[in-house]
């Protein structure tokens, strides 16, 4: 037989549990945005908004994707669905131009998915994917993928 002793510690933490557990689930406010998400304009409202205001978040990152409309220096002008974004691109970041590698190198497990490129390979025009950061209030691209 089991001992009753047992029995009682058992469900002591069992109540204990569900207890700590309905404090901590009520207590934390979720993040949520009133904006929809297709919709929703960087660090202005929404949810990037309120994840900003916290302090444990000292950066961000997003990808932007569109077309080249303009290069000045370092920075792409990205547009896309009648929105445009100046972003100044690191001298340290990654560039490559995505390819399709063909069957046999397919085959032979020898296929490349991208090649590096320098930055003045990027022309107006392209389609590009854009890894983004915002750091110290500053934006900043890490990383471009020319996209067929």
Known sequence: MINKNL????IIFLIFGLAIGFLFGTSRRPITS????????????????????????????AMVSGEVSKISGRT????????????PITDIANIKKSTTPTEEEIKNNTAKWSTEIKFEDIKVGDKVGVSVSMIDNKLQGNFVSIIP
């Open 7 to 10: 029995i009682i510690t058992v």
């Open 34 to 61: 009133n904006v929809p998400a297709n919709n929703c304009p960087i660090a202005s409202q929404g949810i990037v908004a309120d994840l900003l205001k916290l302090k444990m978040v000292q950066t961000w990152s």
């Open 76 to 87: 792409l002008s990205i547009v896309s669905n009648n929105e445009s974004l100046e972003i």
